[in-house]
């Protein structure tokens, strides 16, 4: 299986930059030893439309037409489920086990995603009931990537 992570922004080069490309890399190589093929992102721009729903829309168009019909979104969603990082491990390992081809997180953008990518996501996930901005809620998700890749090899990274 492969995951992704699919943001609306682009980071500039720099600290956050550096720790995506860190944790993500971290992933994938430990992701090889539970099955997990590749471990990846990709990001697009922020929509210029004038209203929030117009770039909801606009944004959360260009998201999907990035994806398979089967891949698996789990929507990064300030109202979705807080979840352990046990548990979002569990969820990666489930769709791993079933077969999935591919499972995406999804960022959307400062006024968050549009109703398509949440009619469509399996799962909606939140960072916890405080509000981060993207660009670190990035680096959140790809540690918590390394981490459910850890948690699936049984290696001490995480700790109870």
Do not use: C
């Not at 992933?27 to 909801?56: P, Y």
């Not at 807080?82 to 548990?87: D, E, F, I, M, V």
Request: hydrophobic share 40%; no cysteine.
């Amino acid at each position: 299986m492969r995951i992704r992570i699919g943001a609306i922004g682009r980071l500039k080069k720099g600290a956050e930059k550096q720790l995506v490309a860190d944790y993500l890399s971290r992933a994938k190589k430990m992701g090889r030893q539970s099955g997990i093929s590749d471990v990846s992102e990709f990001e697009l721009n922020e929509s210029r439309n004038q209203t929030a729903e117009g770039r909801k829309g606009e944004e959360a168009e260009n998201l999907l037409s990035r994806l398979d019909a089967q891949s698996v979104i789990i929507a990064l969603d300030e109202h979705g489920e807080n979840l352990s990082s046990r548990k979002f491990a569990r969820i990666l390992s489930g769709l791993k086990d079933a077969g999935q081809g591919e499972a995406v997180l999804l960022i959307g953008g400062p006024d968050g995603h549009g109703s398509k990518v949440l009619e469509r996501a399996r799962y909606k996930i939140a960072l916890g009931a405080m509000t981060w901005p993207h660009r670190i809620a990035r680096i959140l998700v790809a540690e918590q990537l390394y981490r459910a890749m850890t948690i699936m090899a049984n290696h001490p990274y995480h700790r109870d």
